[in-house]
T-cell receptor, first 114, second 114 residues
Framework: AQSVTQPDIHITVSEGASLELRCNYS??????LFWYVQSPGQGLQLLLK????DTLVQGIKGFEAEFKRSQSSFNLRKPSVHWSDAAEYFC????????????WGAGTKLIIKP | ETGVTQSPTHLIKTRGQQVTLRCSSQ?????VSWYQQALGQGPQFIFQ???????GRGNFPPRFSGLQFPNYSSELNVNALELDDSALYLC?????????????FGPGTRLTVL
């Protein structure tokens, strides 16, 4: 069965510093991979997705993620965070044998220090 | 273009009661998915509707049921409420069944069961 692990429950980063949020998945083949962001009182918003091709994916708000098959990882990065990036970030996996329904990680809460 | 809307925003019920949550999908979207998000966790897939038919279900008991209407809006019904049903319920709509079709989420309904 597929599973998604986000090892960090929360991460604190200074404004202007770089960010990397970790995501590891368990699945036999290449899954469909997603990163979503959830701000208080707002719905989940898609940041980026990977289906195939170039393993470095660019998303909205200056985020990017890199798919590494050998490590079963899909880590999210941003070179310089802004206070408005404070939110909860979720990694999700969709796989053919689950009719592409999304399996979600538990999320990482990003805290920005001024 | 209006986004995904959900009603009500908050709801308080007691054990054993029944509840109906509503979702209006984004214009042009014929597929709606419902998720349960417990505090501190990622969303869990409940079920999906495509053109008024249930098209996939997660690991939820039959007391969780749904409907999709001809205008593609949707309802989630939960009977015999239990304390563990307390959660944020998210609705997401998309243009079709392809994994390439981005899911757009509503802000959610916060259900508290006392």
């Amino acid at each position: 069965a597929q599973s998604v692990t986000q090892p960090d429950i929360h991460i604190t980063v200074s404004e202007g510093a770089s960010l990397e949020l970790r995501c590891n998945y368990s699945y036999g083949a290449t899954p469909y991979l997603f990163w979503y962001v959830q701000s208080p009182g707002q719905g989940l918003q898609l940041l980026l997705k990977y289906f195939s091709g170039d393993t470095l994916v660019q998303g909205i708000k200056g985020f990017e993620a890199e798919f590494k098959r050998s490590q079963s990882s899909f880590n999210l990065r941003k070179p310089s965070v802004h206070w408005s990036d404070a939110a909860e970030y979720f990694c999700a996996v969709g796989a053919m044998d689950s009719n592409y329904q999304l399996i979600w990680g538990a999320g990482t809460k990003l805290i920005i220090k001024p | 273009e209006t986004g995904v809307t959900q009603s009500p925003t908050h709801l308080i019920k007691t054990r054993g009661q029944q509840v109906t949550l509503r979702c209006s999908s984004q214009s042009g979207h014929n597929t709606v998915s419902w998720y349960q998000q417990a505090l501190g966790q990622g969303p869990q897939f409940i079920f999906q509707y495509y053109r008024e038919e249930e098209n996939g279900r997660g690991n939820f008991p039959p007391r969780f049921s749904g409907l999709q209407f001809p205008n593609y809006s949707s309802e989630l019904n939960v009977n015999a409420l239990e304390l563990d049903d307390s959660a944020l319920y998210l609705c997401a709509s998309r243009a079709g069944l392809s994994p390439a079709d981005t899911q757009y989420f509503g802000p959610g309904t916060r259900l508290t069961v006392l």
